[in-house]
């Protein structure tokens, strides 16, 4: 069997591609970095190492790779798989979509074997706004036909795998728990047999279930650590002030979660509890700038922070350590982030009030537009006093 993965970064190798030779699948990885390729190209294999106590390692090997940009080889790869897969972060998907919509194209024509392209992303959707881009590139004919013979099912993801540097340019580190869950009401033909994935015929409450955990949580955290000068998440969630704001924030998203998809209350304070345990590895170092990255994609409307706030309203419950959250990320002003640095500026130049409505969709007159504000004069009247 053949998987076609792209992306041969860290989540790629230590994540879905492991997964995926344990199945039984041969891989081979699409990536632009001619380095990377060549590498994996020379060794056919690279090792997995676990950030937990004695560091076990495990090898993946029969791997390959394809320059991203070498279409024809691509295509060909897609024509022959039995699977096709992606980590290469939202933006991407877009530039990785005529490469796939080759090899459908190639495919169709050869066979009318089924395929299945999940796309293993950090966001909601993230198949279905890939099948868009690829669908856009294909012609009316191979358009109706993929329809029939090639799902894009939805996926969540979780794994955290922290900034990192070996000598051994393909090690790579990743933290023990995992989670991977698949649509199958969106696979056409067989279910891929992979062991870790589960499979679920509606997505979207493990999908903001993640989110809104483990996503909303690390950006708490690695904004409330920024203001208050630590360096480290795992540093920062060990400041008590840091963890009980953190861990309000995610009863307010947990009592969302309840009331929302009925989860079972006790089973979510425990997942919770794990979420926080896992922030907390010491054998997991991750910088609060790198978490904290993109303010201005993670204030959006939908996302982490302000999605599950305006959403708690719905339910009678008010966000107020949600709040606390966006206020520090409008407060993200790291120098070597554009997005910090647009933030910043709008700020200085139009007042903070314009920047939360601009760039959250919160409404003036809406009761977690005063939530914001009063913890961001706080936050600022802090940091002056420091």
Same mark, same amino acid.
């Given at each position: 069997?053949?998987?076609?993965?792209?992306?041969?970064?860290?989540?790629?190798?230590?994540?879905?591609?492991?997964?995926?030779?344990?199945?039984?699948?041969?891989?081979?990885?699409?990536?632009?970095?001619?380095?990377?390729?060549?590498?994996?190209?020379?060794?056919?294999?690279?090792?997995?190492? @676990?950030?937990?106590?004695?560091?076990?390692?495990?090898?993946?090997?029969?791997?390959?790779?394809?320059?991203?940009?070498?279409?024809?080889?691509?295509?060909?790869?897609?024509?022959?798989?039995?699977?096709?897969?992606?980590?290469?972060?939202?933006?991407?998907?877009?530039?990785?979509?005529?490469?796939?919509?080759?090899?459908?194209?190639?495919?169709?024509?050869?066979?009318?074997?089924?395929?299945?392209?999940?796309?293993?992303?950090?966001?909601?959707?993230?198949?279905?706004?890939?099948?868009?881009?690829?669908?856009?590139?294909?012609?009316?004919?191979?358009?109706?036909?993929?329809?029939?013979?090639?799902?894009?099912?939805?996926?969540?993801?979780?794994?955290?795998?922290?900034?990192?540097?070996?000598?051994?340019?393909?090690?790579?580190?990743?933290?023990?728990?995992?989670?991977?869950?698949?649509?199958?009401?969106?696979?056409?033909?067989?279910?891929?047999?992979?062991?870790?994935?589960?499979?679920?015929?509606?997505?979207?409450?493990?999908?903001?279930?993640?989110?809104?955990?483990?996503?909303?949580?690390?950006?708490?955290?690695?904004?409330?650590?920024?203001?208050?000068?630590?360096?480290?998440?795992?540093?920062?969630?060990?400041?008590?002030?840091?963890?009980?704001?953190?861990?309000?924030?995610?009863?307010?998203?947990?009592?969302?979660?309840?009331?929302?998809?009925?989860?079972?209350?006790?089973?979510?304070?425990?997942?919770?509890?794990?979420? @926080?345990?896992?922030?907390?590895?010491?054998?997991?170092?991750?910088?609060?700038?790198?978490?904290?990255?993109?303010?201005?994609?993670?204030?959006?409307?939908?996302?982490? @922070?302000?999605?599950?706030?305006?959403?708690?309203?719905?339910?009678?419950?008010?966000?107020?350590?949600?709040?606390?959250?966006?206020?520090?990320?409008?407060?993200?002003?790291?120098?070597?982030?554009?997005?910090?640095?647009?933030?910043?500026?709008?700020?200085?130049?139009?007042?903070?009030?314009?920047?939360?409505?601009?760039?959250?969709?919160?409404?003036?007159?809406?009761?977690?537009?005063?939530?914001?504000?009063?913890?961001?004069?706080?936050?600022?009247?802090?940091?002056?006093?420091?």
């Amino acid at each position: 069997m053949l998987a076609v993965h792209f992306g041969a970064g860290n989540i790629g190798r230590g994540f879905i591609g492991q997964l995926l030779h344990q199945a039984g699948y041969e891989v081979c990885f699409i990536d632009v970095n001619q380095e990377l390729v060549d590498e994996i190209n020379s060794r056919k294999a690279y090792s997995v190492q @676990l950030a937990m106590e004695g560091t076990p390692v495990s090898v993946v090997e029969g791997v390959r790779a394809i320059h991203g940009q070498d279409t024809e080889a691509v295509a060909e790869a897609i024509a022959k798989a039995d699977l096709v897969t992606t980590a290469v972060g939202p933006n991407v998907l877009p530039h990785i979509a005529p490469a796939i919509a080759a090899g459908i194209t190639r495919r169709i024509a050869q066979s009318d074997r089924p395929l299945n392209v999940i796309a293993c992303e950090n966001m909601i959707g993230g198949s279905e706004q890939l099948k868009t881009h690829v669908f856009a590139k294909l012609d009316d004919i191979a358009r109706e036909k993929a329809q029939e013979l090639v799902g894009f099912p939805n996926a969540a993801v979780d794994r955290i795998v922290p900034l990192q540097k070996h000598e051994d340019k393909l090690l790579v580190t990743v933290e023990p728990f995992f989670e991977w869950a698949v649509d199958q009401s969106r696979i056409i033909g067989d279910i891929p047999q992979i062991e870790g994935v589960t499979y679920v015929n509606d997505l979207t409450p493990y999908i903001e279930r993640k989110l809104y955990t483990v996503n909303t949580g690390h950006a708490v955290i690695a904004y409330l650590g920024f203001q208050m000068g630590y360096a480290a998440i795992d540093e920062a969630i060990r400041d008590d002030e840091i963890l009980r704001a953190t861990r309000q924030a995610l009863q307010e998203t947990g009592a969302l979660l309840v009331a929302k998809h009925g989860f079972d209350k006790g089973q979510h304070e425990a997942y919770v509890e794990k979420i @926080l345990g896992r922030f907390a590895n010491p054998y997991i170092t991750d910088q609060v700038t790198r978490v904290g990255r993109s303010p201005i994609r993670k204030l959006a409307p939908q996302d982490r @922070l302000v999605g599950p706030a305006m959403q708690c309203f719905d339910y009678g419950i008010v966000p107020e350590h949600l709040g606390l959250g966006i206020a520090a990320a409008l407060l993200f002003d790291f120098r070597e982030d554009p997005e910090a640095v647009q933030l910043t500026e709008e700020i200085k130049q139009f007042g903070l009030e314009h920047v939360l409505k601009t760039y959250t969709g919160i409404r003036v007159n809406h009761a977690l537009f005063s939530i914001v504000m009063n913890h961001a004069r706080e936050l600022q009247a802090r940091r002056k006093t420091n």
